[in-house]
């Protein structure tokens, strides 16, 4: 089972992953409306009104919004054929375009009372690290002519992959429609999402029999070095969450206790989930500490790649656990029966992304002997190009730089990091960004 693990390509995993998510999104946005001309218009309109993003990209969005009909049959079928060029191959132009369509919709939606600064970031940065994983897997093993990739499984058993299919099909169903996400046509968009994924997994992890198998050394390469990558990425997030909350004042036993409460009333979870929180805001003064601690901890841990075993662990179960907290409930802060619910994947995609990198390095830590790197791990980026090391660091200083403002720049608080610190509301705006557009993740 060891041996198994270390085998998967778990980049390509969390390709299937990505595209999964796009595939969401675009049959959500469709239902919406927002794909016909005078709903895309409308919301292109909504976007500029209501963010802080620069003026020179509010003038590109009016620019689209005049030329909605063109725009948005470029975007739509940009949006569908990168998602199938995903869930089907290897070449790294598809998850670096995904990447980018993922990082005009965050800069769209900076500042916005229903945006999340990570929601759209996250994917955008996962798809960033898989595109350069599969460069470098070009440009290092020389297989760059394998249009539908490499093996993603090291062996397939049909009853199993037909098995876990099913169980990827009802997890998809289940959530999609607790979340909401779809509004009044949430059945359609779960039943359609959840079917057309599926049989999409399916058909890409079919077509691991027309795929050739990268070599052992080559899957530790990638695996090793760029799943912990994606897990400094939500190390740094937690930075990030931890210095807000501090700001909103959600680790005080009252601030810790209003907020679960709000979460009972408003979620869409499981009573069982929610017999949970009544019982967890009762118990405030003794577990907002707690979880001040473990979330510090955890974010210094992940980003730095250390003890990954148990914080991998433990941070997956504390983002599995508020993903399924946060199932319809209204995006904007405080919520309020009109504004849209929050999006499934902005917690689902982070989740499921550490949970591989839970059990990959599980299996790292009793395949190998040396205590140093059971729990420091092994090193990152002697063996990477110079090109990829400077890309890789580059983006993550970047990322430290704006989890870290906060600490000089005390006077901005909570949310302004959905402004990424380059275009700060006035002062006396501040708090009330904060309290408006800025929910627990």
Known sequence: MKQYINNVNWISVIALLLATTMLQLILQQLYLGNFTVVGFSSNLQQIIQSNKAPEVWNQ???????????????????????????????????????????????????????????????????????????WDIKNHFKKSNQQLGYKILPSHKKLVMILAVLIIFVIFYYFNYLSKNGGEHRLAVSLLFSIFSSLAIFISLYLDRLRPALQTEVVDFINNRYLVIMGSIIGLMLVYQVNADISLHWFTSEGYKNLVETYQKTSNAPEVVKSFLALSASMSSILAPIQFIFETLAAFCLFL???????????????????????GVPAQWPPTPQSPVNWLWELMLPTSVLLICSVHASAQFFCTQSHRERWLGTQLFSELSLS???????????????????????????????????FRPPSSEVQHSVESSYSYR
């Open 60 to 134: 590109f969005l009016m620019l689209l919004s005049h030329y909605s009909v063109v725009s948005l049959t470029m975007i739509f079928l940009l949006m569908l054929l990168t998602t199938i060029g995903l869930f089907f191959s290897s070449n790294p132009v598809y998850p670096f375009v995904i990447a980018m369509i993922f990082a005009s919709f965050w800069i769209s939606n900076l500042g916005r009372s229903s945006s999340w600064i990570f929601e759209f970031l996250f994917p955008s940065l996962f798809a960033l690290v898989v595109s350069i994983a599969q």
């Open 305 to 327: 790649g250390i003890f990954r075993i148990p914080m991998y662990w433990l941070t997956t179960g504390l983002l599995g656990l508020l993903m399924i907290i946060e199932f």
């Open 388 to 422: 990829t090391k400077t890309l890789v660091i580059s983006m993550l200083i970047v990322i430290f730089g704006i989890a870290f403002a906060q600490s000089t720049a005390s006077h901005i608080v909570g949310t302004v990091l959905s402004t990424t610190l380059l």
